[in-house]
């Protein structure tokens, strides 16, 4: 390779429309319809051909073309309206300027692998990038002061192409940054920004570049440097990529280059959340700083990090948490030890996975974050169950490990067909509030045949698109023109139509449907009310089972009896998702349960108008009521995979013909009112809850706020809490095993009448600990198989301060239970008011029979 230079030789924007370049580059546009038709209208077709990258069409559109649009006084009231929309949104009061603490904006660094904003920069392979980028617009819309941080990948994840066997193709393009909607960071002399890591035996380089996403900031990093040796310029060439030296170098790219690079721009995070982990090193360069900068020793740094940090996973599923030899991480860190003055034991204890003999990502960010959870609340439920064990002795339900349900940001996944009804039926405003649920009550004000109708045209829409991009792969792949040209009569728009489009991961059984082919044959070939599909989706290059599914469905879309009637639409994207989720009638979600940890497409179509039908795991469970959509099987639990996907299919064909099938048919003048009644249902129910405005202030009000203000108390005084809590943790760690509960004294009958006082006297031994560090408490709930669940407690009062040579105190307390049958019990755990939660030190002593 040879070195260059880039240059972009671009057309002259007239001054009247200058500003078209500054909405180019922030992904503004990208929920804005408005802003949106503002480019198309200059050229439709080059809209199009730049896959709707703003950037790469002010490069190619002719400045002809240009002048024209400045000259046009239709043209210029437009722009006007969308500059004004795009300046009062920029600088407008925001929630979050009536929620700031102390009035100050402590910044929140937001760690991802992928991001997926816009179809015009594909760094993202699924959900966990759709959700990144759905979170950044969401926390711009409500004013957070919060940073992206991720990786820019030179290819992408993979461009899906089916050749005519209907197989997987990964192609990886190369993406040309310069005509991307991004910007080279520039350095206090004018240069890139270049910041770089120790990797073993050599140091890599990456530059930094930025995207803007209304007011949030994300920063990439980038690899691709003639300063690096041609392997380590590949490290940023693919999501997902390589093999696993790649992956755990991408990592501490991500986690130790991201931190260097907001030091280097002068950002500085109060706050730091990172999200799956993928970006858990970031916790090793803080550890870093804060020894060789700020002169503290390991335990207080712990502690430090632990104050101001978030962790969010995202899946139960193993794969998911990436695991690293113990020798390939002492030799990408055991340069530090030194330096940190610690060993090699005291650095591998920070993830060491017993199980699974490895360095474990997931099990280092839930170690040594203040806060963790899960993406639904199912899958706090799970997470708390996967990560039992670490917390010993501790009742599942209270493992610390919380959920902030997923949501999705509603304008830049919302029709703009949708959107102009409920501009006309909903509150001025509306959306300004999706959160609130008032609002979209309102949508029973929208006549039924008018939801239908905008409906009607998605569809319509939709199946164009899908038949053309058939048409697409057909060409390409050189068949002949006969079967190019059949794909017209492929899709009928008054057919029922069912869209499964995601990750083909197999947890998410997209075969479930072709157990049995004559029973498809008979749904889909049903001479009075018939039913279509469409699939999309890809699965992961070297995840051979995904790919075979995929060509099950192609192969069985191939036979006769199915031709036409079921399709599969390569190259599944944003794009692509967007109109399929618009556009189908039902939107179908088969997860194993419970494998799923939320997912997030069933949100957007439901905002859309189209119907879920989906398993009961992830978001579902929150979101099903009986009247908003339908659920496949039951939440019971099954022996083996092979009897839940049995008893899920049969499920599955049962809703199809004796619920969907009927509701959808029954027509009055072709408007189906009783299906019209489910999807408005569906909107008000599921808009403002599964929404990222709600999500967003969700996170800040129950983890970034608090956490704002544990760093200021833990950074307060040259760190004087963090040494001081790290102290008293080994303090109790040492000497627990010093507290039993001696006796436990209560008035409490087999049977006590409502209102009754249940009384508790406890004696309980602590020397050498303080009372002032323990807390003693009546722990009750209803019995459960394996003990007490729906656990409550009430805290008891010191009677008796150390009686006696063996440090024995006496606490007291009382409690009137609710009517029904209860378990109770008294036990005694760790106290500290700096504790983020009740078990941040995992020791409790339960009484014994009383």
């Known amino acids: 390779m040879y070195p260059f230079r880039t240059i972009s030789i671009i057309p002259r924007l007239p001054e009247s429309i200058s500003r078209l370049r500054e909405l180019a580059y922030n992904l503004w546009f990208s929920w804005n319809h408005s802003a949106i038709e503002l480019f198309r209208s200059i050229n439709p077709d080059l809209w199009e051909e730049v896959y709707h990258n703003p950037v790469q069409f002010l490069l190619r559109v002719k400045e002809e073309e240009l002048k024209e649009a400045a000259e046009n006084r239709q043209f210029i009231d437009h722009y ?41 920069h594909p760094t993202y392979s699924g959900g966990l990038g759709l959700l990144a980028g759905d979170h950044c617009k969401a926390a711009s819309d409500l004013g957070l002061p919060l940073v992206g941080v991720g990786l820019l990948y030179k290819h992408g994840y993979f461009t899906q192409r089916i050749n005519r066997e209907g197989q997987q193709e990964a192609y990886y393009p190369f993406q040309n940054f310069s005509e991307m909607p991004i910007t080279p960071v520039l350095d206090s002399n004018g240069r890139d920004l270049v910041v770089d890591v120790k990797l073993p035996g050599r140091r890599v380089y990456a530059r930094v570049w930025r995207m803007l996403v209304g007011r949030v900031s994300i920063y990439f990093l980038d690899a691709d440097l003639t300063a ?5 310029r590949e490290l940023t060439g693919q999501l997902y990529g390589g093999d696993r030296e790649t992956r755990i170098s991408q990592e501490i790219l991500l986690g130790r280059i991201g931190i260097r690079a907001l030091r280097a721009m002068n950002i500085h995070p109060t706050v730091w959340h990172i999200n799956e982990g993928h970006a858990a090193f970031l916790l090793v360069e803080r550890l870093r700083e804060l020894i060789e900068d700020q002169g503290l020793s390991w335990g207080p740094a712990l502690e430090a ?24 991480v002492d030799r990408y860190y055991s340069h530090l030890y030194e330096r940190m003055n610690i060993t090699r034991e005291q650095f591998l204890e920070l993830g060491h996975d017993r199980a699974r003999d490895g360095f474990n990502m997931t099990l280092l960010a839930l170690k040594h974050t203040g806060f963790s959870n899960g993406v639904s609340r199912q899958h706090g439920e799970v997470s708390r169950a996967l990560f ?19 949501g999705v940001h509603t304008l830049t996944w919302l029709a703009p067909e949708m959107r102009n009804l409920f501009n006309n039926y909903l509150d001025q405003g509306w959306e300004s ?39 697409e792969q057909r060409m390409r792949n050189q068949e002949t023109i006969d079967r190019v040209n059949e794909v017209e009569t492929y899709l009928r728009p008054d057919v029922l139509t069912i869209g499964f489009a995601r990750r083909f991961a197999t947890y998410k059984r997209a075969g479930l449907l072709f157990r049995d082919k004559e029973q498809l044959d008979a749904l889909v070939n049903d001479p009075k009310y018939p039913v279509q599909f469409i699939f999309a989706g890809k699965a992961h290059p070297a995840d051979e089972a995904g790919r075979e599914l995929i060509k099950l469905i192609n192969d069985t879309a191939e036979e006769e009896r199915f031709r036409g009637k079921i399709i599969f639409l390569e190259n599944y994207d944003i794009n692509v998702s967007r109109y399929l989720l618009q556009g189908v009638d039902v939107w179908l979600n088969t997860p194993r349960r419970p494998l799923e940890a939320s997912g997030t497409s069933g949100m957007k179509a439901a905002v859309n108008g189209v119907l879920n039908c989906s398993v009961l795991d992830g978001w579902w469970p929150e979101a099903y009521n009986g009247k ?13 995979d092979e009897a839940q996907d049995r ?14 099938i009927p509701i959808y048919y029954n027509q009055a003048a072709k408007v189906p009112r ?29 983890y970034y706020l608090p956490a704002v203000k544990r760093n200021l108390i833990f950074t307060a005084d040259r760190y004087r809490v963090s040494k001081e809590l790290y102290e008293l943790k080994q303090f109790l760690r040492d000497n627990w095993h010093h507290v039993k509960i001696i006796n436990v004294e209560t008035n409490g009958s087999k049977t006590m009448h409502l209102g009754e006082m249940l009384t508790v006297r406890v004696t309980i031994r602590l020397r050498p600990l303080s009372q002032h560090n323990v807390r003693v408490e009546i722990a009750y709930g209803e019995k459960c198989q394996g003990g007490l669940c729906r656990i409550r407690t009430v805290p008891l009062q010191i009677e008796d301060d150390f009686n006696g040579s063996n440090g024995d105190c006496v606490f007291t307390g009382s409690v009137i239970l609710p009517q029904g049958t209860f378990g109770y019990t008294v036990r005694a755990r760790p106290y500290s008011p700096y504790f983020a939660h009740d078990f941040e030190l995992p020791l409790v002593c339960w009484a014994p029979s009383f």
């Open 80 to 120: 006007r309206e969308v500059i004004n929309s795009f300046d009062r949104y920029m600088f407008g009061e925001t929630w979050y300027d009536k929620h700031k603490p102390d009035g100050v904006n402590h910044v929140i660094a937001y760690f991802s692998a992928e991001f997926g904003v816009h179809e015009s």
């Open 228 to 232: 690096n040796r041609h392997e380590d």
């Open 305 to 328: 990090v632990r104050a101001d940090t978030i962790f969010t996973t995202h899946t139960p599923v193993p794969a998911g948490h990436d695991v690293f030899t113990l020798e390939m």
């Open 388 to 406: 039992h064990q670490l917390y010993e002795g501790v009742p599942e339900e209270e493992v610390p490990i919380g959920h902030v349900t997923n």
């Open 433 to 471: 509030n999706i959160s609130d649920p008032g609002i979209w009550e309102q949508v029973d004000n929208i006549p039924d045949r008018e939801i239908w109708e905008a409906h009607t045209k998605l569809k319509e829409n939709m199946l164009h698109f899908a038949r053309n991009r058939l048409k």
């Open 628 to 640: 908003n959509g339908f659920a496949i099987g039951a939440d019971w639990s099954f022996p083996d």
């Open 647 to 660: 008893y899920d299919f049969n499920s599955l064909y049962a809703v199809f013909k004796q619920v969907i």
């Open 674 to 702: 009783k299906w019209i009644c489910l999807i408005k249902e569906s909107i008000k129910t599921i808009a403002p809850y599964f929404s990222t405005e709600r999500m967003v202030k969700e996170y800040t009000e129950k």
